[in-house]
């Protein structure tokens, strides 16, 4: 397990040349897939289709797979080319099958997608962090890894090993899948910022970025220093570690609170489209408007596995 002491505010991370070696371990990544974990997925996913408007996509798996055992109760997908949305049933024995010491069916989890997954798990194992590597078991041409980053979120790191695919010269892309969407971040909270961070900037080696927030009459009522939101990814896009704030949602007028448990937010072409069929079936939501992020409209609810869900467009 990661342990990472936080330094004085007045001693300086880095040195110069430990600096200029941590710029060379930076790596471009970009957010592959989102676990969601379901109790019914035929439910679940019927409403990430007919409400949110994202199209089923077709999964493909490898020559040697794992023991997976997963069927149309047990697994959807929507997306191409695996990447995008899983919508998955919890399966109990499933670390223990596959010779695993984490369960990602559990829980829920994000996949982040490097260049070079040797290096990553290198770092890894060398701070302690225990690594469940799973080769190309589950996934065409996707090498996983599985880990727990310093708040005991499930993380997956993987690497395109089918070299027909480039790897992408920026940090987390805008990537539109059928149905017009795309995964805008994942919001992870946290209990120990410090060393969660590290863990992302140094050990998986991404890079920091600023959160761009509304003009100040527009902006909502929340902590935004480094202490309670740390951004990895550009223009918003991205991983977003959050402390846990009690008040948010009474602060902000929200029947929703967005710092606990973590979400993934998807971006649609139409957000009042999606919030009129919310209300077609009485399905509770947040209309937050552009509140947090500059120039993005943003929607709260939970799926019907109790996953919470952002829904947001560009406005």
Not at 211 to 222: E, S
Request: glycine residues 8%; charged residues 20%; proline residues 6%.
């Amino acid at each position: 397990f990661l342990m990472i002491r936080r330094p004085p505010r007045s001693t300086p991370l880095y040195s110069s040349a430990a600096s200029d070696v941590y710029k060379r371990q930076l790596m471009n990544w970009f957010i592959h897939h989102v676990n969601l974990e379901a109790h019914d997925v035929v439910k679940t996913a019927s409403f990430f289709r007919d409400v949110i408007g994202l199209k089923e996509g077709l999964w493909t798996y490898p020559e040697r797979i794992g023991k997976i055992g997963h069927s149309k109760d047990t697994l959807a997908y929507f997306g191409t080319e695996n990447q995008g949305l899983h919508i998955v049933k919890a399966i109990t024995s499933f670390a223990h099958d596959n010779n695993f010491v984490h369960n990602p069916t559990i829980g829920g989890h994000f996949a982040v997608c490097v260049p070079d997954i040797g290096i990553v798990k290198k770092r890894l194992e060398d701070a302690g962090v225990i690594v469940s590597d799973a080769g190309v078991y589950a996934m065409k041409g996707i090498h996983q890894i599985y880990c727990y980053d310093p708040s005991m979120n499930v993380v997956e790191i993987n690497e395109i090993v089918d070299k027909h695919h480039a790897h992408p010269k920026q940090d987390h892309p805008i990537r539109v899948e059928p149905g017009d969407w795309y995964i805008h971040h994942v919001n992870r909270q946290v209990h120990d910022m410090p060393a969660t961070a590290a863990f992302y900037e140094k050990l998986i080696g991404m890079k920091r970025d600023v959160f761009h927030v509304p003009d100040a009459g527009k902006v909502g009522d929340f902590d935004r220093s480094q202490d309670s939101l740390v951004v990895f990814g550009p223009e918003n896009r991205g991983i977003h570690l959050v402390r846990g704030m009690p008040t948010f949602h009474t602060d902000n007028k929200l029947m929703h609170n967005p710092t606990f448990g973590g979400h993934v937010a998807l971006t649609v072409p139409d957000v009042k489209s999606v919030m009129r069929k919310m209300d077609d079936i009485n399905h509770l939501y947040s209309d937050a408007g552009t509140y947090a992020m500059a120039g993005m409209h943003q929607v709260y609810t939970f799926d019907p596995s109790m996953n919470f869900i952002e829904i947001n467009q560009p406005v």
